[in-house]
C-alpha cells in the first residue's frame, strides 16, 4: 500500500519553502553589500574594473534569487498547497485496473498532473494523479484498491495481478 500524502510531508515543503525565502533573501543582501562595498573602493585608476565587477556580482547574485525561486521555491510551494488542500478534503475508494496517461498538464499555479483510468467492472472512472507520484505506481493494468480527494489519487494497494 502507498499513501502519498501525509502530514509531515506537507510540513517539510512548508519549511523548505521558508528556508528558500530567507536564502534567496541572505544571497540578494550578500550581492548588494559587495556591491556597495565594491563601489566605495572606486577611484580614477580602477573605475573601468569596479563596474565590470559591480554589474557581473550583481547579475549573478539576481540569477541565484530567479533560480531559487523558480527551481525550489515555487515547485516546493506548489506541492505544499495541493498536499494542505488534498489532506483536508473527503473522498472515496474505488477498486479496478488503473492505467496512467503518458500527458501531463499544469494546474495554473499549483503541481503538474496527469489524468489516470481505473476501469472497473462497469464503468471507467477518471482521476488526477501528481505527474512526481507516478513513478511509484504499479504498471499499467493491475488490479488496484485506489482512494481518492477532489479526484485526486491520494492511496494505491494492489490488490492482483496484471490481466492478460
Excluded at 512548508?14 to 548588494?32: E, G
Excluded at 565590470?52 to 527551481?71: C, D, K, N, Q
Excluded at 488490479?143 to 479526484?151: I, P
Aim: glycine share 10%.
Amino acid at each position: 500500500m502507498n499513501t502519498y500524502y501525509s502530514k509531515p510531508q506537507a510540513d517539510r515543503l512548508q519549511k523548505r519553502t521558508r528556508l528558500c525565502a530567507w536564502l534567496m533573501l541572505l544571497v540578494a543582501l550578500a550581492a548588494l553589500v559587495g556591491c556597495i562595498f565594491l563601489s566605495a573602493r572606486v577611484n580614477t585608476g580602477n573605475a573601468a574594473r569596479q563596474l565590470v565587477r559591480v554589474v557581473s556580482l550583481s547579475t549573478l547574485g539576481g540569477w541565484a534569487v530567479m533560480l531559487l525561486e523558480f527551481f525550489v521555491r515555487r515547485p516546493a510551494k506548489a506541492q505544499h498547497g495541493h498536499i494542505r488542500s488534498v489532506l483536508g478534503g473527503e473522498g472515496g475508494q474505488y477498486t479496478g485496473q488503473l492505467i496512467v496517461g503518458r500527458d501531463g498538464f499544469r494546474i495554473p499555479g499549483s503541481i503538474v498532473v496527469r489524468k489516470a483510468t481505473l476501469v472497473t467492472g462497469e464503468e471507467t472512472l477518471t482521476f488526477d494523479i501528481n505527474a512526481a507520484l507516478v513513478r511509484l505506481l504499479p504498471p499499467a493494468g493491475t488490479l488496484v484498491q485506489v482512494d481518492t480527494v477532489r479526484r485526486f489519487i491520494t492511496r494505491v494497494e494492489v490488490i492482483g495481478h496484471e490481466e492478460a
